[in-house]
Nanobody
Framework: QVQLVESGGGLVQAGGSLRLSCTTS????????MGWFRQAPGKEREFVAA????????YYSDSVKGRFAISRDNAKNTVYLQMNSLKLEDTAVYYC???????????????WGRGTQVTVSS
């Protein structure tokens, strides 16, 4: 079992920035691909970004490409999501997840955090 805990969410004005963190105590963290997803009220959970276990490759949805950056520090068992130029439509609960390989489909991730709320105001 891999327990993931997100932090860093909050209220920010449009155009601002936030950095989300997701950490685990699991020593095997470095063997997992990690992803960030988000879910807005009334909408399905959607892929945001993912990173290979090594950090060598990253993947983004078209809606956040160029604004968000995913990274990881395996020594700290932590994955980050730097969010810049935030828009109103970025408002959602953000979840981190772990999988055996990089995926963009939520059902392919075995482990999930409880989420952190990001609210972008005008």
């Amino acid at each position: 079992q891999v327990q993931l805990v997100e932090s860093g969410g909050g209220l920010v004005q449009a155009g601002g920035s936030l950095r989300l963190s997701c950490t685990t105590s699991r020593r095997t963290f470095s063997t997992y691909a990690m992803g960030w997803f988000r879910q807005a009220p009334g909408k399905e959970r959607e892929f945001v970004a993912a990173i290979r276990w090594s950090g060598a490759d990253t993947y983004y949805s078209d809606s956040v490409k160029g604004r968000f950056a995913i990274s990881r520090d395996n020594a700290k068992n932590t994955v980050y999501l730097q969010m810049n130029s935030l828009k109103l439509e970025d408002t959602a609960v953000y979840y981190c997840a772990a999988a055996s390989a990089v995926q963009t489909i939520p059902s392919q991730y075995a482990y999930w955090g409880r989420g952190t709320q990001v609210t972008v105001s005008s």
